[in-house]
C-alpha cells in the first residue's frame, strides 16, 4: 500500500472532511502546519491567527486520541519549511510517503501552489457547502444577471428548510421588508458566549503575541471558542437569546453594543467547527417550537444557504483574476484610519475601534460605513480588499473577496451587485445613534461641518454619472441631484474636491 499525506488546512478543522473520508487511518499521515507564508500573506489580525492555532491544535489532538496518526509542526519548530508545500515536501521525506489527499483550499493562490508542487497531489472537492461548483455553474448558465435570490430559493427547495411542501413558510420567500428596524434602545442579550483561555489557546497566545504583536489588532482578551464542542455551545447560545431579534435589529447599530443580536458564529463555521446545514437547522427548529419568528429565521438561514454559498459560487465562476478587479478605476489609498489613525467620524471610528479590539463587525457596518466610505472616497479596491481580508476573523478569500470587491466596492462591475451600496449619512443615522455623538452634522449638506458621507455621495455620483444615470434603480438618485440648485451643487463638489484632497494629505477627516 502507498503511504499518502493527508492534508489539513487551518480552516479545514472538520471531522467530515472530504480528504479525512478518502483517508486510511491505519496507513496515512496527516499533516498539519503552522506557517509563515499563511500567517502573513496579509497582515492578519492577532485574534484570527490566535482562532486558528488553537482550534488546529486542538483538533489534531483529538484526531490523534481518534487514533490517527498526525505530523503536526507548530509555527516555532525549528525544522518548519515556512510553506504547505515546502512542509508536506519535508513530511513526504520523513515518511517515504509519494502521494498527497488534500481538500480544495478556499483560495486560488494555495489551490495554485497545491497544483505545481513537486508531488502527486489529489484534490478532492470541498463538499461543506451546500452547492458545488457544477451546482453553481448549471444554475449560473446562461442567466444574463446572477441575482442572489434567485439562487437562495434553489437552496430552499434543495435543503427544505422552512418549507411546507413547496411553498415557503409565511407564504413568502424573503421577510427582509420586516427586518430593518432602527436601534432599539435597551438590548436584551450579553452578545455571544465567550470562553476562558485553556492551556493550549494560552501557549498559542503567548506565541502569536511575540510574532505578530505589531500587527493591527488587539490579541486580547481572546474570547473565541477554539472547538467544535464550545461552539456548538455558542450557536445554541445565540438560538436562544438573540435568533428571535436577529431578524428586527439586523441592520442596526450603536455606540456602546458591538454584536447586537448578531451571531458571531462565522470564524467557527469558516474553519469547519460548525457545518451550515446544521446551524440552519438549528434556526428552522426554533420557528417549529414557536421560539423565534419567521423574519428573524428566514433572514438567518437566508444569509448560509444565500448569501454564503452565493459568493462562494461567484469566487470560484469569476476566476483567480477577481480580485484585481477595479472597473471604477479607483486609486487612492485606503486612509490610515483604517489602521486605528484618527477620525472625527463617529460612525467609522466606532466599526474600526470594534475591529481593532474583537476581529469583527457585523455586515451592516462592513457594508454602509467602512465599505460605503471606501468606495465613496474613490479608494483602491485591492486595498480595500487586503483590508478586509486581514481583520476579520472570518475572512477567507472565497468569502472576502466578493463580498468587498463586488458587493461593497462595485469592484467587479455589477457581477454581485445590481447597483453599488452608496449612502449619506441618513442611512447610518436613520439605523444607528453614532451621530448623535458625531464631530460632523448629519443634517448639514455642506460647510465646516457637513457629514463626510453627505459630502461624498453626491461626489460620486457626480463623477460616475456616465455609468450610473441609466440604471433603473438609480433614477431618484440623479433625478434629486439634477433637481438641486446649481449653485449648491458646485458648492459640494467643491466642497467634496477639498475633502478628498485633505484625505490624501495625511489631514484628520
Ligand atoms: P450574522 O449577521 O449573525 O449572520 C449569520 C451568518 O450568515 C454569518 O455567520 C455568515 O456565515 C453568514 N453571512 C451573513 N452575511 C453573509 C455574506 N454577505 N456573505 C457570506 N456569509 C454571510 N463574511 C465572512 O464570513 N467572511 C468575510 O471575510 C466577510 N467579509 C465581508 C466583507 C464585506 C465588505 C462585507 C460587506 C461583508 C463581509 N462578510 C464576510 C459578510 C458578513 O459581514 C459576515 O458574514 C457577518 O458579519 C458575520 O457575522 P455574524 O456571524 O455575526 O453574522
Ligand atoms: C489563515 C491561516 C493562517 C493565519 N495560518 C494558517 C496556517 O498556519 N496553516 C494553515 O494550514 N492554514 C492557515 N490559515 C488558513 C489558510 O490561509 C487557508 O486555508 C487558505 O487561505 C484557504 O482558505
Ligand atoms: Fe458618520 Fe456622518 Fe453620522 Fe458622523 S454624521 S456618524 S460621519 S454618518
Known sequence: MVARLVLVLGDQLSEGLSALCAADKANDTIVMAEVTDEASYVKHHPKKIALIFAAMRKFARALEEDGWTVAYTQLDDTENAGSIVGELLRRAEQTGATEVLATEPGEWRLIDKLKYAPLKVEVLPDDRFLSSHSEFETWADGRKALRM????????????????????????WNFDHDNRKAAPDDVTVDGPLQFEPDAITREVLELVAARFGDSFGDLEPFWFATTRA???????????????????YQDAMLNDNQFLYHAVISPYLNIGLLGPLEICEAAAAAYAKGDAPINAVEGFIRQIIGWREYVRGIYFLEGPDYTQRNVLGHTRDLPWFYWGGETRMNCVSKAVAQTQSEAYAHHIQRLMVTGNFALLAGIDPHQVHEWYL?????????????????????ADGGVIASKPYVSSGAYINRMSDHCKACHYSVSAKTGEKACPFNLLYWHFLDRHRDRFSGNARMGNMYRTWDRMDAEKRETVLAEGDDLLKRLDAGEVI
Not at 149 to 171: C, N, Q, V
Not at 390 to 409: C, H, I, K, L, R
Open 149 to 172: 435570490e434567485y439562487f437562495y430559493r434553489e437552496m430552499r427547495r434543495k435543503t427544505g428548510l422552512l418549507m411546507e411542501g413547496d411553498k415557503p413558510a409565511g407564504d413568502k
Open 230 to 248: 464550545e461552539a456548538l455551545q455558542a450557536l445554541d447560545h445565540f438560538i436562544e437569546h438573540a435568533l428571535p431579534r436577529f431578524g428586527d
Open 390 to 410: 486581514a481583520v476579520y476573523a472570518d475572512a477567507f478569500e472565497w468569502v472576502e473577496a466578493p463580498n468587498t470587491v463586488g458587493m461593497s466596492q462595485f
